[in-house]
C-alpha cells in the first residue's frame, strides 16, 4: 500500500456549467473526486487528501491535508462556479501544501481535473513541470470538457515531469458514459500496471459506490439480506418435509422394485412381514370379547328357557339325555362341519 499525500485541484470555472458530461462536469467532476479520495484514503490508513479550487479571484485551498471524510465533505461542498481558471498558480499552491505535509514519508501527488482551457504556454508549462520533477510530486491530469485545445499542453507536461511512469494523463472526450466509470479504469484509482490501490480500482458490491449514494448501497445490501434469509428459510421448512420419507424406517430392510415394477420386501423380514400380515387377519375376522360374552349369554338363557318349557309339559323329563343332546347341538354354530349335523339329525331321530 502506498503512502501518500494528494492535492485534488478542482476545476470551478465558468465551463464547468456546460452539461455535455453527464448530468454536468461539475457534477460528474464531484462524483469522480468522490472517487479519488476515497481510494486514497482506504488503500493507507496514514494516506491524506487536500482540495483546492482554481477558479474565482485565486486558487483557495478548499481543505488541507487531513484522513477526515467529513472535511472533505464539507469542503466540496462549500466550492462554488465561477469565474476564470488558474491552473498555474494552483499547481505551485499544492507543491507548497505537500511540501509542508506533517509525515514526511508520504509520497507526494496532484490531482488536477482540467475542464476549461489552459491558458498557461506551454514553455511555462513545461518549466513548471521540471520543478514538480524536481521536489519529487507526481502530476496526474484528467482532461475533460475541452479535450481538443488542452491535451498537446497536457500531454507536454507529463513527458516532462514522468519519472518512472509515477504521473498520468487521462483524457475522457463527451459522451453518455459517466466520468467517474472512465476514471476508475484509469491508472489514477487501480494504480500501476491495473492494480488497485484500495476499494475504488475493484467492482464495488452491488456495483453501486458506497461513498457516492450511501442509501442506494445500504437499500441493495438489505434486500440481499433479506432475499438470502427467505431461501434459507425456504431450504430448511423443504429439507424438513424430506427428512422422513428419505429416512428408511429402523428394523426393516429397503423396499426392492422387481423388474415388472412389484415391490417387494428384502432380506429376511419378508417372513415377519408376512406373519404380521396374517395374525392381522385373523384378529380382524375373530370376535372381541365383548362380542364372545354376550354370545354366550344369549345361549345361556335360551338353555334355561327351553328348559323351564320342557318341564312345564306333562310327561316330558327335561334331565332325559336325549333331550340335553339336542339341546347341546342348538347351542354350538350353525357353520359347523358336516360330521356335527350329522349327528344332530341322527339324535333328533332317535
Known sequence: MVLEATVIIL????????????????????????????TKLQSNPENTVAFLSMAGKSPEMLV?????????????HKMTEGGKPNLEAALQIAQLALKHRANKNQRQRIVAFVGSPVETDEKSFVRIAKRLKK????????????????????????????????????????????????????PIVAGEGGESGGMGGEEFEFGVDPTLDPELALALRMSMEEEQARQAAASKSTGSADAPSAKP?????PATTSADGDVAMGGANEDEELA???????????????????????????????????????????????????????????????????????????
Open 64 to 76: 488541507t491535508l487531513t484522513a477526515d471524510v467529513g472535511k472533505l465533505l464539507v469542503g466540496m
Open 135 to 186: 521536489n519529487n510530486v507526481a502530476v496526474d491530469f484528467i482532461n475533460f470538457g475541452e479535450v481538443a485545445a488542452n491535451e498537446a499542453k497536457l500531454d507536454s507536461f507529463i513527458r516532462n515531469i514522468n519519472s518512472n511512469d509515477n504521473s498520468h494523463l487521462v483524457t475522457v472526450p463527451p459522451g453518455s458514459h459517466i466520468l467517474s466509470d472512465m476514471v476508475r479504469s484509469s
Open 276 to 350: 404380521r400380515a396374517i395374525a392381522l387377519s385373523m384378529e380382524a375376522s375373530q370376535p372381541t370379547s365383548t362380542e364372545q360374552g354376550s354370545t354366550s349369554s344369549g345361549q345361556q338363557q335360551t338353555t334355561e328357557w327351553v328348559s323351564s318349557v320342557l318341564g312345564s309339559l306333562p310327561g316330558v323329563d327335561p334331565n332325559d339325555p336325549r333331550l340335553q343332546n339336542a339341546m347341546d347341538s342348538d347351542d354350538k354354530p350353525q357353520d359347523s362341519d358336516d360330521t356335527s349335523s350329522k349327528s344332530k339329525k341322527k339324535d333328533d331321530t332317535k
Open 11 to 38: 476545476d470551478n470555472s465558468d465551463w464547468m456549467r456546460n452539461g455535455d458530461y453527464t448530468p454536468s462536469r461539475f457534477a460528474a467532476q464531484r462524483d469522480t473526486a468522490n472517487l479519488i479520495y476515497s
Open 249 to 253: 424406517s429402523e428394523g426393516k430392510a
